[in-house]
């Protein structure tokens, strides 16, 4: 994979910090108490709140392979960025970047605690995609791929792709049938193996559009094999065969490694990205 000068503006590297939870209420906090009293409001939800809050500090410096890891990241966040900018002007549409997370362990999301072995995943309620960077070789190689560039390339263009899911009102609308309380467990988790499916298919279609978008290409030989290897290593079939020795259809959640791989190509070849209607294709 070709590097390019392009760094984007929406990375934020929490590796090298730690969490932890301080408590006690200050004289500010006791002040703002006060005046949410004598104005006849309730203080105990403010006083509650400043009981006890995380923070995050420096504990080390950041290795050279890691400040490098840094760069690579932003550097794709940027092609995402730029990429999707593209795409959503060409439908009249604007597009609003997501922002990276980068940390180590664990961390807090907009979706609650963040932790190494939830693997990378996006959060609508703060629109962040939040990854362990050793969910890579830790993990991703354990499956069955090796953890290239463009095998975090893909990872990251599969999460961002469940932004753009956010941003067209698809996550919206599957969170709507699973508060509804009309849908069976098994229909919940053929609508999630769709909305994963789809992110495939927006990671090829980023591929693709971000390869012509960059003078001269970034993508060289192997790197689309190394994404579709990535994206074979994390299919619900694999995963299942490897953790547990027998695969459960029922419990897919993010489709087979056969589905994953073939909607991430589709979306390499398509033309058009209304091409990933992957609902109709999987909903029965």
Not at 48 to 56: A, G, K, L
Not at 111 to 130: H, N, R, V
């Amino acid at each position: 994979m070709k590097w390019t000068n392009e760094r984007g503006g929406n990375v934020e590297d929490r590796r090298g910090m730690s969490r932890r939870t301080v408590g006690g209420i200050g004289i500010g906090t006791l002040l703002i108490a006060a005046v949410i009293y004598f104005m006849g409001g309730d203080p105990r939800g403010i006083l509650e709140q400043s009981q006890s809050q995380t923070v995050q500090t420096q504990e080390r410096e950041l290795s050279q392979q890691e400040k490098e890891t840094g760069e690579l990241v932003q550097m794709l966040d940027a092609w995402n960025t730029k990429t999707w900018e593209q795409i959503f002007m060409e439908k009249g549409a604007q597009y609003r970047p997501a922002k990276i997370v980068m940390f180590s362990e664990a961390t807090q999301s907009g979706c609650g605690s963040a932790q190494t072995s939830m693997g990378p995943f996006y959060c609508p309620a703060d629109e962040t995609i939040y990854v362990d960077m050793s969910f890579f070789s830790q993990v991703l190689t354990r499956f069955g791929a090796e953890t290239t560039q463009f095998a975090i390339a893909y990872v990251l263009a599969h999460e961002n792709g469940h932004h753009v899911q956010h941003l067209m009102g698809t996550l919206g609308q599957q969170e709507q049938m699973r508060r509804s309380g009309r849908y069976s467990e098994e229909q919940l988790n053929q609508v999630s193996v769709a909305v994963e499916l789809q992110a495939d298919f927006y990671a090829g279609y980023w591929a693709k559009r971000n390869n012509e978008r960059v003078q001269g290409g970034v993508l060289e030989p192997g790197d689309i094999e190394s994404a579709v290897q990535a994206a074979a290593a994390v299919g619900d079939d694999n995963i299942q065969k490897r953790t547990q020795g027998y695969v459960n259809q029922e419990a897919f959640t993010h489709g087979t490694s056969k589905q994953r791989v073939d909607w991430f190509v589709k979306g390499y070849k398509a033309s058009d990205i209304n091409e990933g209607d992957t609902f109709n294709a999987v909903l029965r």
